[in-house]
């Protein structure tokens, strides 16, 4: 008897605890509901320890910033550097708080820093167009080698990382600009002076005519060494400038040794009058360009049959040789 009471009473005890159980599973079943109907999880962001707002999805505004961070916004963005990432902290907060995950996301891109990757197109180490892609540098290059442009030698490319959006050209554009015409090389002896005035005649230029470099007459024109000088030397140090002596337009740019010349530029006055600048270092201009009075075509140098760094200058009428200090110096 005392067995089966006993087995009765725990039996009753337990029945007890078991519905109590419930409904205590129950009120908080009840509470949870209760409390996710006023309340939700949200992520509260803050950058550099200033609170920037609330989101919404934490994960999706994270994989926004980690492609924003690789690829920018497309176009030529190679990557963006942004110095800090944002936190986030989880909270329980009224569902009526706004969420702003489109503010965070142009805060961070604000604070952000876009490095721009394109292609640089130089010649001679000097960057003159940029395009987008390294294939359409290649195009332009192969391009301007297959058209046998002057520069094609000078030509190189070079990737570059810039925080400055370039403007970028086509590869039409790029093509066109770049292309230089080959100098039509003519030989020295056609376009060397018939002859020399060597009377004390002046002959009227029709033109007054500058000084292209300052400096010292060096040699004077006339019978030299056996041989005739059919201008002066003026001494200048290598690179000054070289002015057109007046207005006209070029009709040779010769590099090279140019029957003695080496790099040099012939300026058509008109009236048959033309002045020659030779043994320069660099030449300026092309054939056919207009130039003014004034205006540097050349530097100076000691190219050609040359000892020493000067201008050798020249002033033809009819292709005859006059004494530049009729006129200079
Ligand atoms: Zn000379």
Redesign the pocket.
Same mark, same amino acid.
């Given at each position: 008897m005392f067995q089966i009471s006993t087995i009765k009473k725990t039996i009753v005890h337990i029945r007890t605890w078991t519905k109590f159980s419930i409904l205590i599973i129950l009120a908080a079943f009840l509470m949870i509901g209760a409390i996710s109907y006023i309340y939700k999880p949200i992520y509260s962001v803050s950058l550099h320890g200033e609170f920037i707002g609330y989101s919404e999805n934490k994960s999706k505004l994270q994989q926004r910033i980690n492609e924003y961070i690789e690829k920018g916004n497309g176009g030529n963005i190679a990557f963006v550097e942004v110095n800090e990432l944002p936190e986030y902290k989880l909270c329980f907060l009224k569902k009526e708080v706004p969420t702003n995950d489109e503010e965070i996301f142009n805060k961070i891109v604000e604070k952000g820093q876009a490095y721009y990757k394109y292609y640089a197109i130089c010649i001679s180490n000097e960057e003159k167009a940029y395009v987008s892609t390294f294939e359409q540098a290649e195009q332009v290059v192969n391009e301007l080698k297959n058209k046998d442009s002057n520069n094609k030698n000078e030509l190189s490319i070079i990737e570059k990382y810039e925080t400055e959006a370039k403007e970028l050209a086509t590869v039409e554009k790029c093509v066109a600009d770049l292309y230089e015409k080959k100098v039509v090389v003519q030989s020295s002896y056609t376009i060397a002076a018939t002859g020399m005035n060597t009377s004390s005649k002046k002959i009227d230029l029709g033109i007054s005519l500058i000084r292209p470099v300052s400096g010292t007459v060096t +040699?004077r024109f006339g019978a030299r060494w056996g041989r005739s #000088?059919?201008?002066?030397?003026i001494g200048a140090p290598k690179g000054t400038a070289i002015k057109a002596a007046a207005a006209g337009t070029v009709t040779l740019v010769q590099y090279g040794y140019g029957g003695g010349y080496g790099n040099h530029v012939i300026i058509s006055h008109g009236n048959g009058v033309e002045t020659l600048y030779? #043994?320069c270092t660099t030449l300026n201009v092309k054939v056919g360009q207009k130039v003014s009075q004034g205006q540097v075509i050349a530097t100076v140098g000691s190219t050609g049959n +040359?000892t020493g760094n #000067?201008l #050798?200058?020249e002033i033809r009428v009819n292709g005859v040789a006059q004494n530049p200090q009729n006129y200079l110096y």
């Open positions: +040699s #000088h059919k201008g002066i030397d030779g #043994h +040359s #000067h #050798h200058l």
